[in-house]
Structure formats: structure tokens, C-alpha cells
């Protein structure tokens, strides 16, 4: 019988088994852990997978091999493959490495990755023609789930991210040409990113464009709560990239261009779910940029433009920067035909090809504008250096070009405040010659407005040919433009400038003949007052130096100023009939001008007449004078005073005065010449008398008078030593018996005086000035006698009576060329009778000559006042400076008298104010107050005396310094008062006696 309690022990099996039970369960444990880490996880991956995507993504998949360390913790997926509908491939990548820190995700309660590695990453991105985009059909379509409160984010460390070797095509087939390019390669380094509460971590990003362009971005990131800084830097030929995939959208092509930007970002979260950003340290540099098209060629480039410590804040709306720079810019510009600018086509969006646009795919969320203020921008400065323009108008028979070289603009303090004034300096050189130059400021909001001193300097006249052309036929040979004054534009008025302008050596031809027409040293307008929408102009003074004109009469009797007119093409018939007639504008206010006085010195005008028998030409030299204040609103005339040498000693005065406004109401001019040598005028002789003129002088005093269109004229013709030389056939030429003629009309001194009074209505079709001249000439021709006569008679042997009166302008001391011939010409008669002796007296006018002086003393009054005040050279702000100091003046003068009153007399509604507002004529009331002060004036006898002196001691010195007459010979007479002759002259009346 067994031992009970052998049978009870166990087998050295179940012994061992027994004691080694836990520790083999956990070798079993482990070898099956294994087992499903290396063998079954990799089988289950690589057999889902597919199906996953399959089922979820509509797309194939694939992977080559997965490999799963179960006790490393590591997953390796390599030739990782997802497949599009059409067989093409959408995404992969070479290899995926997940590196798992199970004690580290332990300890830390989070999900730990110490390594995640995609190696070769790639994704095809596309956009078709319906505008849709291929990774959104990934997304299952379908309602969207509720919105819920966001949980915390899951509990993540991911201690190392990289990705290598990237690649990202990208096509879109929405533009006429498809677009495709490819990003990469790219590589992104993550180092300690989590979504632990304030975890920071880093990252790189290095991204290289198909162009070449290489985009770097570095930082700090921290995910729970949302923030990231760091620094973005692209270099390389970015826009062109840009360009070739916006190239439907623009006119033009885009060359070269190189970019190079570096910036410091900041991004943060907010707790309402917002983003805000911001962007410091900016710069940006854009170089070597070209634009062009196959119409206009290049047109638009520049150098480099940059910007230099720029920022933005987002949501804040605020933008600003140190400075923005664009160098080197070379803008070219045509005009067309329509008076279109090229650019406004070139540079505008490209229109939308014909039909309806593609609607954009449903599943995709229209972006709603950003909310907020406007944007507020502030930049130091805002500048354009060394830039080049180029307008070329092309609306020509023949295209002009137009340019402008270094050009440089800086404008300062920008921003968008309303009303802020920002600083603006201006510079700009002129291809074709000439300087300009502006500084001020500027207004953009909320109107433009421009405030600043411009100054123009050398700007050539010859660069406006191409259009003078157009209406004249006359060359600009030379001459400058400048101006320097206040340039004015905003709201209440689009234009206005204030300041001076100077015209300077205009010097023009004629290209018909080929002669010189019009020119002059210097045209000055001194403070020059112009309103575009105020439709006024305004010059203190006009100062014309050395003007020269010239005047020519062909042979069939057309001059040259009327064939310089080109006349305009006539327009094409069926032009005319498809153009509806304009529906005229409704007239406004009349343009106002106003010129305070017009200066002439120095002047040459050049006289040709080729239609007559004989070839005439006739020089006025030394031409002086003014006009006084000119206003197209006042009723006061403008008063005239002109002077001129006729060859040697000719004299030509143009004298009166003519209301501007309406000068067939009022105008009373008087034009005079005084020894005119006659034999010149033989080609007119013939004409109208058939005869020569041998020899004479003539004197013409010629007054017309116009009232109410009413002319009456007054000519009263002296001539001297006249001698009719040989006949001379014309057909236009009557038949008068000249000779017996001139005996009859003769006086006893051998003098013909004659008077031809003009009178009509201007109104009367058979009244015409130049037909009365004309039978008024014939008369006087017929009258023209040819014996000699004496002056100083046997005594001198000299002939004309009056070679001993001496004329003087009333106030004036001065000699004038006839009689220095005078003098000349006694001299003579001296050195032949050596035993003469000549009285000089010293005559004066006390009524003439005192009401000459007294205004003189009166405007010297005045000027003094001006001086006292300081008044500029240049004549800016004179007229009203003048106008305070005459009615200062006044009121010193006549204490007892109100201005106020006196100006009453002078209040009338202007006739073009429809509203019959009484406005000031001020030049009327200007010219009392002159005319009162000048009588005020005291002259007194020794000052009459004086000014007889005076007269005395000019022909004295005449006599003996040009005439060479001993001054023993000439003695100094007393004293003479004498009556004004013919209204115009003040006559000293030389004597004679004996040596002894």
C-alpha cells in the first residue's frame, strides 16, 4: 500500500512550476508583448492603414515597411504613400520616427515624445478650374458639429520635431495659364514644444522657393496660452515668383528683382479666443525691379526700395516705420490720342475674361473683412531719390518727349491723422534745361491740400516748340522761365500761386523768312497773383528789358504775323456729323486781370514794308515808357507814356490814356514824332503821290479820341526844308500838280503847317481809320513845298526858324535827340561867325512845370513811405503797401477829410455782377487821392527857378562839351517865365549878340 503522503508531494514539474510561476508568467508576458510589438503591431499598421484611409479619406494608401520596438518605444513607417482619385500622388514621405519617453510621460503625467522625425515630407496641392482645392475633399462634407466649450488641450511634450528634406508642388489651374511651382526643399526643427501650461519651446523653419528664394523663420513658442516671437528672413527673387502666378490679374511683366526682408514678430493669444501680432524691426530691401509690357516697352523700375525700422500692431491697426525709400525709379509714361495716360491701363487689374467668373466652391468660407478702426500710419520719412521721368506725348503728329532727372522727394511726419501738415521738400531737374524746387507742406486727409515756396530756375522755353508749332509758325530760340513765389492747392481753391516770374533772353524766329521776330533781355512780372477757380490774375508791376520786334509787309501787302498763324486742319465730315454739338457751358464770373503798371526800357522795334515801290525799312530804338495800372473791372483809364529815337536823331513819344475794359468807349491817344528825316519815306510818296521826297524833316503831333464809339481825330504835321525829288509812275498814285501846290501852302518862312482833323462813328460801315489817314496823307502831300527857309537868317547863315527854340517836357531838364541836333547844328553857325555870342536863358513855365513837380513831389512822398516800410525789390505785396501809403498820406494831409466817405464816391456794382454788389473801384479811387495830394504840394519860385537853371546849364554844356563851343561864347541868360506850347512843350529861346 502507497505512503499517503508521497502521493500528496508534487512532481518536480508542477514543483517548478509552482515556484517559477510568476516569473515565467511574466516571461510569457513579455515574449508575448514582444511578439505583438515586432510582429503583430507592424502586420496591423501596414493592414489598416490602407483601409483607414480608404474608408475615411476616399484614397489609397500605402506604406513600404513598419517597423515597432516595443521596449524602445519606437515607430518607424517608411515609404509612406497616399494616392489621389486619379491615381496621381498626393502626400508621403520616406520615413516617420516616433520616439516615445514612457518614463518621462509618466512622470510628467503627459504624453512624451523625445523624438519626432518625418523624413522627405511631401503634399501635392491643387486648385482647379471649378476654384475648388484638393486637400478640402478630405474633409467629410456634412453639417458641422455644435460649437462646444474648448477643453483644455491635451497634456503633450514633444522634445525634438524635425522635418528634412521637404517638398510642397502646388498647381493651380484657375489662371488662363495654369500655374505650378514647388516649394522646398524645407526643414523645420521644434525643439521642447508643449502644451503644458507657459512650456517654451523653439523653432526653425528654412523653406527654399522654386525662384531661389529662401525663407528662414526662428523663435520661441509656447502653446498653452498661444504665444510666438522670433525672426522672419526671405531673401531671393521673390516678386518674380510672385508676378509669374498673378500674371492674369496684371498688364504687364515683371523682370529681375531681388528681396531681402528681416523682422521680429510676436504673436500671442488672447482670452477670447482672439489672435493679436505684431511686427518690429522691419526691414525690407526690393532691388533691381523692372516692369514692361509689349505696348510700352519698360516703363517702370527702380533701384531699390526700402524700408527701414518698420512695425505693425494687429488688432490695433497701427502701422509705422522710420523711413521708406525708393531710389533709382525710372517711370516712363505715353499720352495717347484720347488724352489717356498708357499707365492708367498698364498698371490697372486686367479685366475679367469674358462670361461669368467661376464661383467660389461651397465648401470653402468667405473671409469677412477684419473689424476695427482704420488703420493708423506713421512714417518718419517717405522719400524718392535720384528718380527719372519720361512722358512722351504721343497725341502728336509727331511725339514729343518730355523728362525729368534727379528727381528727389522727401516728405516727412507722415500719418494718416486728419489734418496733419506733413513737411515736403521737392528738387527736380528738367531734361531739356532748368531747375525746380518745392517746400512746404502737405495735407492727405481728410482733403489734399499743398502749401509751399516753389522756385524755378533755368527752365527753357524751347522745350514748349512742339506746341507753339501747333498754332504759330515761330522758333524759340532761346530763353528761360523762373519763378519764386507761394504755391497754393486744396479745397477752396485748386491752384494759386503768389510770387514773382521772370522770362529771361526770349529770343524767337521767324520760320518763314528766317529772321529774328520778338525778343527781349528780361519780362519780369513782380508779385504775380493767379487763382485757377478764382479765374483772377493780378502783377503789382510788369518790367519789360530790351524787348525787340520786328515787322514786316511783303509784297502783296501780307505781313508776317499773319502768315506765322497756322491755320487748324479741317475736321473729317463724317466726324463732324457723328459728333453731337456741344451743349455750351453756363457762362461764369468773366476772368478779372489786373496789372498794376507795365514798364518798357530799352526797346528795338524793326520796320519792313516791301509793298511798295520803292523797298522801305524804318528802326525805333531806345523805346521807353509805362502803362499804368490796368484792371478789366475799373472805369479809370490807363494812362500811357512811350519814347523812342528814330534813327539819329528821330524822336517818337506815344502818350494818353485808354480805359482797358471798354476802349471803344474811352481812349485818348496821342501819338508824336519829331524830326523825322522824310527822304526814308519816298517808297510811300510815290505810292500816293508819285513823287520822291529828296530831303526834309517832318513832325507829327496825332491825337484820337474815342467816347462812346465816337472817334475824333486831330493830326497836325510840321515839315521842314522839304525838297520833292523825281516823278516816279504808280498806278495807285494821283495825279495833283505838286509843285504849284507846295508854293501856295507855303508860309513866308518857308514852313508847311498843316491840320487834319479825323472825325466818325466807329459804328458806320464806310467809316475806317486807315482810309481817312489815307486821303488826309494825300492832302498833305499835295502840299509839301520844296524852297528853303531861314532860321538865324543872314546873320548865321543857318535855315529853319526854329533851329534857336529849345523844347522841354514840362518838369524835365533833360535834352531830347532833336534838340541836340539843335545845338549841334548852332555849333556850326558859331564856328563860322566867330564874333557871336549865344544867351542861354533859363526858362520855366510857373503853371506847367509846377503841376509836373508838385506830382513829383507827391509820388516822392509816397515812395519814401514805401522805403521807410522796407518793401521788397521784388514788388511782392507793393500794391497794397502803396495803397496804405497813399491813404496814410492823405490822411496826414487832409486831417478834415473822411476816406470813408470819399471812397462812397467810388462804390458801383461792376457791370458783369448779376447780383449788383458795389464793389470799390479802386484804381479810381486811388487816382483822386494821388491827384489830391499832388496839389497839395508847395512849389516855389526858387524851385521854378532852379528848374530854369537847370534847363540853362544842360544846353550850355551841350553847346560846349559836344558842340566845342569856347565858353566864353556862351553867356547864361536870367530868369524867363514862359507859356506852355501846344500843351506839351516848356521852349528856352536862344539869343544872339557880339563878342563884345
Given amino acids: 500500500m502507497a505512503n499517503p503522503a508521497a502521493v500528496n508531494e508534487p512532481g518536480p514539474v508542477r514543483g517548478f512550476l509552482r515556484r517559477w510561476r510568476w516569473p515565467l508568467a511574466g516571461l510569457l508576458g513579455l515574449v508575448l508583448y514582444a511578439l505583438a510589438g515586432y510582429v503583430l503591431a507592424p502586420w496591423l499598421i501596414a493592414r489598416e492603414l490602407p483601409k483607414i484611409?480608404?474608408?475615411?479619406?476616399?484614397?489609397?494608401?500605402?506604406?513600404?515597411?513598419?517597423?515597432?520596438?516595443?521596449?524602445?518605444?519606437?515607430?518607424?513607417?517608411?515609404?509612406?504613400?497616399?494616392?489621389?482619385?486619379?491615381?496621381?500622388?498626393?502626400?508621403?514621405?520616406?520615413?516617420?520616427?516616433?520616439?516615445?519617453?514612457?518614463?518621462?510621460?509618466?512622470?510628467?503625467?503627459?504624453?512624451?515624445?523625445?523624438?519626432?522625425?518625418?523624413?522627405?515630407?511631401?503634399?501635392?496641392?491643387?486648385?482647379?478650374?471649378?476654384?475648388?482645392?484638393?486637400?478640402?475633399?478630405?474633409?467629410?462634407?456634412?453639417?458641422?458639429?455644435?460649437?462646444?466649450?474648448p477643453d483644455a488641450p491635451p497634456r503633450l511634450v514633444v522634445r525634438a520635431l524635425r522635418l528634412s528634406r521637404g517638398a510642397l508642388d502646388f498647381t493651380d489651374a484657375l489662371p488662363a495659364d495654369v500655374f505650378h511651382t514647388r516649394v522646398g526643399p524645407f526643414d523645420v526643427a521644434l525643439d521642447e514644444i508643449s502644451t503644458l501650461p507657459d512650456a517654451t519651446g523653439r523653432h526653425q523653419l528654412a523653406i527654399t522657393l522654386e525662384s531661389g528664394t529662401r525663407i528662414t523663420v526662428a523663435g520661441d513658442l509656447v502653446i498653452n496660452p498661444l504665444?510666438?516671437?522670433?525672426?522672419?528672413?526671405?531673401?531671393?527673387?521673390?516678386?518674380?515668383?510672385?508676378?509669374?502666378?498673378?500674371?492674369?490679374?496684371?498688364?504687364?511683366?515683371?523682370?529681375?528683382?531681388?528681396?531681402?526682408?528681416?523682422?521680429?514678430?510676436?504673436?500671442?493669444?488672447?482670452?477670447?479666443?482672439?489672435?493679436?501680432?505684431?511686427?518690429?524691426?522691419?526691414?525690407?530691401?526690393?532691388?533691381?525691379?523692372?516692369?514692361?509690357?509689349?505696348?510700352?516697352?519698360?516703363?517702370?523700375?527702380?533701384?531699390?526700395?526700402?524700408?527701414?525700422?518698420?512695425?505693425?500692431?494687429?488688432?490695433?491697426?497701427?502701422?509705422?516705420?522710420?523711413?521708406?525709400?525708393?531710389?533709382?525709379?525710372?517711370?516712363?509714361?505715353?499720352?495717347?490720342?484720347?488724352?489717356?495716360?498708357?499707365?492708367?491701363?498698364?498698371?490697372?487689374?486686367?479685366?475679367?475674361?469674358?462670361?461669368?467668373?467661376?464661383?467660389?466652391?461651397?465648401?470653402?468660407?468667405?473671409?469677412?473683412?477684419?473689424?476695427?478702426?482704420?488703420?493708423?500710419?506713421?512714417?518718419?520719412?517717405?522719400?524718392?531719390?535720384?528718380?527719372?521721368?519720361?512722358?512722351?506725348?504721343?497725341?502728336?503728329?509727331?511725339?514729343?518727349?518730355?523728362?525729368?532727372?534727379?528727381?528727389?522727394?522727401?516728405?516727412?511726419?507722415?500719418?494718416?491723422?486728419?489734418?496733419?501738415?506733413?513737411?515736403l521738400e521737392a528738387a527736380a531737374r528738367l531734361g531739356a534745361g532748368g531747375d525746380i524746387r518745392l517746400a512746404g507742406t502737405v495735407a492727405l486727409l481728410p482733403e489734399f491740400s499743398l502749401d509751399g515756396e516753389l522756385k524755378a530756375e533755368g527752365i527753357a522755353l524751347a522745350q514748349a516748340q512742339p506746341y507753339v508749332s501747333d498754332i504759330a509758325r515761330i522758333a524759340i530760340r532761346g530763353g528761360t522761365l523762373a519763378l519764386d513765389g507761394h504755391l497754393a492747392s486744396g479745397t477752396g481753391e485748386s491752384l494759386a500761386f503768389e510770387g514773382d516770374l521772370r522770362v529771361r533772353d526770349l529770343d524767337t524766329e521767324d520760320m518763314i523768312k528766317r529772321e529774328r521776330l520778338l525778343a527781349w533781355r528780361e519780362l519780369a512780372l513782380d508779385d504775380l497773383e493767379f487763382q485757377l477757380d478764382g479765374n483772377r490774375a493780378r502783377v503789382t508791376r510788369v518790367r519789360l528789358e530790351r524787348p525787340f520786334g520786328r515787322i514786316y509787309i511783303a509784297r502783296d501787302q501780307s505781313t508776317n504775323i499773319g502768315d506765322l498763324f497756322v491755320e487748324a486742319p479741317p475736321a473729317a465730315a463724317g466726324a463732324a456729323e457723328a459728333t453731337p454739338p456741344a451743349t455750351p457751358a453756363p457762362a461764369g464770373e468773366p476772368f478779372r486781370a489786373r496789372v498794376g503798371t507795365v514798364r518798357v526800357r530799352n526797346g528795338e522795334v524793326d520796320f519792313t514794308d516791301l509793298s511798295l515801290p520803292l523797298p522801305f525799312a524804318a528802326r525805333v530804338e531806345d523805346l521807353k515808357g509805362e502803362v499804368t495800372t490796368i484792371d478789366t473791372r475799373s472805369t479809370a483809364p490807363s494812362r500811357l507814356a512811350f519814347?523812342?529815337?528814330?534813327?539819329?536823331?528821330?524822336?517818337?513819344?506815344?502818350?494818353?490814356?485808354?480805359?482797358?475794359?471798354?476802349?471803344?468807349?474811352?481812349?485818348?491817344?496821342?501819338?508824336?514824332?519829331?524830326?523825322?528825316?522824310?527822304?526814308?519815306?519816298?517808297?510811300?510818296?510815290?505810292k500816293f503821290a508819285g513823287r520822291k521826297i529828296a530831303r526834309g524833316r517832318i513832325n507829327l503831333d496825332l491825337r484820337y479820341q474815342l467816347a462812346d464809339r465816337q472817334m475824333v481825330g486831330t493830326n497836325k504835321i510840321v515839315i521842314d526844308e522839304l525838297e520833292l525829288g523825281e516823278k516816279v509812275p504808280h498806278p495807285d498814285a494821283v495825279d495833283l500838280p505838286l509843285g504849284l501846290a507846295v508854293a501856295l501852302l507855303k508860309d513866308a518862312n518857308g514852313r508847311i503847317d498843316v491840320d487834319m482833323p479825323v472825325s466818325g462813328s466807329l459804328d458806320d460801315p464806310q467809316f475806317g481809320i486807315g482810309s481817312v489817314l489815307w486821303k488826309a496823307f494825300i492832302n498833305l502831300v499835295t502840299r509839301v513845298a520844296t524852297a528853303?527857309?531861314?532860321?538865324?537868317?543872314?546873320?548865321?547863315?543857318?535855315?529853319?526858324?526854329?533851329?534857336?527854340?529849345?523844347?522841354?517836357?514840362?518838369?524835365?531838364?533833360d535834352l531830347l535827340p532833336p534838340e541836340q541836333e539843335k545845338l549841334l547844328r548852332v555849333a556850326e553857325a558859331l564856328a563860322r561867325r566867330p564874333e557871336l555870342v549865344v544867351e542861354v536863358p533859363a526858362a520855366f513855365d510857373p503853371q506847367a512845370d509846377a503841376a509836373v513837380l508838385r506830382t513829383a513831389k507827391a509820388q516822392a512822398l509816397i515812395d519814401q513811405d514805401l522805403a521807410a516800410s522796407g518793401a521788397p525789390e521784388s514788388g511782392r505785396g507793393l500794391e497794397k503797401r502803396t495803397r496804405r501809403a497813399i491813404e496814410s498820406l492823405y490822411e496826414t494831409t487832409f486831417p478834415d477829410r473822411d476816406l470813408g466817405e470819399l471812397q462812397a464816391g467810388f462804390q458801383a456794382p461792376p457791370a458783369d455782377d448779376p447780383q449788383g454788389r458795389p464793389r470799390l473801384d479802386e484804381l479810381a479811387y486811388l487816382d483822386r487821392l494821388r491827384a489830391d495830394l499832388a496839389a497839395a504840394q508847395v512849389v516855389t519860385g526858387e524851385e521854378l527857378a532852379a528848374l530854369g537853371t537847370a534847363r540853362a546849364e544842360a544846353i550850355a554844356t551841350a553847346l560846349t562839351t559836344v558842340g566845342q563851343v569856347p565858353i566864353g561864347r556862351v553867356k547864361s541868360g536870367d530868369s524867363r517865365q514862359v507859356t506852355v506850347r501846344d500843351g506839351a512843350w516848356i521852349s528856352a529861346e536862344l539869343g544872339l549878340a557880339g563878342a563884345h
Avoid at 67 to 74: I, Q
Avoid at 257 to 273: Q, S
Avoid at 665 to 680: G, K, Q, S, W
Avoid at 791 to 813: C, H, T, V
Fill in 643 to 686: 519814347e523812342g529815337r528814330v534813327d539819329r536823331y528821330g524822336l517818337a513819344q506815344v502818350g494818353g490814356e485808354v480805359r482797358i475794359s471798354s476802349p471803344t468807349d474811352l481812349a485818348d491817344v496821342t501819338v508824336l514824332f519829331r524830326n523825322i528825316e522824310m527822304a526814308p519815306l519816298s517808297p510811300y510818296t510815290v
Fill in 227 to 423: 504665444r510666438a516671437s522670433g525672426e522672419i528672413g526671405v531673401q531671393g527673387p521673390f516678386l518674380g515668383l510672385l508676378h509669374r502666378y498673378l500674371r492674369d490679374q496684371f498688364q504687364f511683366d515683371l523682370a529681375g528683382g531681388t528681396t531681402d526682408i528681416g523682422l521680429r514678430f510676436d504673436l500671442r493669444g488672447t482670452p477670447d479666443g482672439g489672435v493679436e501680432a505684431g511686427i518690429s524691426d522691419l526691414t525690407a530691401a526690393f532691388r533691381d525691379v523692372r516692369l514692361s509690357a509689349p505696348s510700352a516697352g519698360e516703363f517702370l523700375g527702380w533701384s531699390e526700395l526700402r524700408i527701414a525700422g518698420g512695425a505693425l500692431r494687429w488688432p490695433a491697426n497701427e502701422v509705422s516705420a522710420q523711413a521708406v525709400t525708393l531710389g533709382g525709379l525710372i517711370l516712363r509714361a505715353r499720352l495717347g490720342a484720347g488724352g489717356r495716360i498708357d499707365l492708367e491701363d498698364l498698371l490697372a487689374p486686367a479685366e475679367a475674361a469674358a462670361g461669368t467668373p467661376p464661383a467660389a466652391p461651397a465648401d470653402i468660407a468667405p473671409v469677412a473683412p477684419a473689424s476695427g478702426s482704420d488703420w493708423a500710419v506713421r512714417i518718419g520719412e517717405v522719400s524718392l531719390a535720384d528718380a527719372a521721368l519720361e512722358l512722351t506725348d504721343a497725341a502728336r503728329p509727331q511725339p514729343v518727349q518730355l523728362t525729368v532727372a534727379d528727381l528727389d522727394v522727401a516728405l516727412r511726419e507722415v500719418t494718416t491723422e486728419p489734418g496733419a501738415r506733413l513737411p
Fill in 788 to 813: 528853303p527857309f531861314r532860321l538865324l537868317g543872314s546873320l548865321l547863315g543857318m535855315e529853319s526858324e526854329d533851329l534857336g527854340r529849345i523844347d522841354f517836357p514840362p518838369g524835365r531838364a
Fill in 53 to 149: 484611409a480608404r474608408e475615411t479619406l476616399g484614397r489609397e494608401a500605402s506604406v513600404a515597411a513598419v517597423e515597432v520596438d516595443p521596449f524602445a518605444f519606437t515607430l518607424r513607417l517608411t515609404g509612406l504613400r497616399l494616392k489621389d482619385t486619379d491615381g496621381s500622388l498626393l502626400a508621403g514621405l520616406d520615413e516617420l520616427y516616433v520616439d516615445l519617453a514612457a518614463g518621462a510621460s509618466i512622470v510628467g503625467r503627459a504624453l512624451t515624445l523625445a523624438e519626432l522625425r518625418l523624413d522627405a515630407p511631401y503634399l501635392n496641392v491643387m486648385r482647379g478650374r471649378d476654384g475648388a482645392i484638393n486637400l478640402l475633399h478630405l474633409v467629410p462634407s456634412g453639417p458641422a458639429p455644435a460649437a462646444e466649450a
